[in-house]
């Protein structure tokens, strides 16, 4: 006899407890930087941490924490992953990204294909062989203070299989 799934798991138990333990690795991941910024962390110690608990949580391999220095300037001060947007680099916002976007509206925002875009952003993204990029902005105060954004790369089969030999 085989039972139904709501037999298996009556109630949605199952459902229950990875809320608990996402909500559980949230509080602990919280818990991390909070301890960093009570002990007078500096930023420039502070912002990577907080890109690496942002991407431990969202499962990304890649994500990076924006300042935007201007209407037109974005400085990265935080990363986690292997990617070309390195901490204290600076990019013009001279095209469409996602740090671009958010800049512009200050509201989450995605970019599906950076193959056919304009600008410095999506020409390294092109390079670096990044699919696409999404992100939601830092509030400070009422205002935009920076981006966590998190990205997808692809890489062609002729890539895989050279890493897989070497």
């Known amino acids: ?21 996402r909500l559980a ?35 990304s391999p890649q994500l990076e924490m924006v300042r935007y220095e201007s209407d037109t300037q974005a400085t990265v001060v935080g990363a986690a992953g292997d990617h070309p947007f390195a901490v204290a680099s600076s990019w013009a916002l001279d095209g469409p990204s996602v740090m671009e976007l958010i800049r512009r509206t200050g509201q989450p925002g995605r970019i599906h294909d950076f193959s056919e875009l304009p600008g410095t952003v999506a020409e390294v993204a092109r390079t670096a062989g990044i699919a696409s990029a999404s992100g939601a902005p830092i509030v400070v105060g009422g205002s935009t203070w920076g981006a966590l954004s998190s990205r997808i790369s692809w890489q062609s089969p002729s890539r895989i299989s050279r890493r897989a030999t070497s």
């Open 1 to 21: 006899m085989t039972l139904s799934p709501e037999r298996q798991d009556p109630g949605g138990l199952a459902d229950e407890r990875r809320a608990l333990r």
């Open 25 to 59: 690795e949230e509080n602990q991941a919280l818990r991390r930087v909070a301890t960093l910024v009570a002990s007078g962390t500096e930023p420039e110690d502070l912002y990577p941490a907080i890109a690496e608990e942002v991407a431990r949580l969202l499962g």
